[in-house]
């Protein structure tokens, strides 16, 4: 039971630590984007779709974030044994 609470633990402040990361690097993207455009609006295309694309990449590792956390809650030795105990109540 403490390995699956160290699981939850873990799961939760490495989601958090990815979302708070992942939102800052794409606020200071956008920004850096958006000054760009401000600067040369002639290269507001290629600037989007630049953007665009460092988004997607910026984004993908909080997904992979995500699912660590959730492999950490639910794909452990002990998942069988807490969930009998928990449907047990």
């Known amino acids: 039971m403490e390995f699956f609470i ?13 979302a708070f ?7 200071m993207g956008l920004k850096a984007a958006v000054e760009g455009i401000a600067r040369n609006p002639e ?3 290629k ?6 694309i460092g988004l997607a990449m910026i984004e993908s590792l ?11 809650i639910y794909a452990h ?3 069988a ?9």
């Open 62 to 72: 909080c997904i992979y974030a995500l699912v660590v956390s959730l492999i950490l």
């Open 77 to 79: 030795p002990q998942a």
């Open 21 to 27: 990361g992942c939102g800052l690097a794409q606020g």
């Open 6 to 18: 160290a699981s939850v633990y873990a799961a939760g402040f490495g989601i958090a630590i990815a």
């Open 43 to 45: 290269s507001s295309g």
């Open 81 to 89: 044994s807490i969930a009998g105990m928990v449907a047990g109540h």
């Open 47 to 52: 600037v989007t779709v630049t953007m665009l």
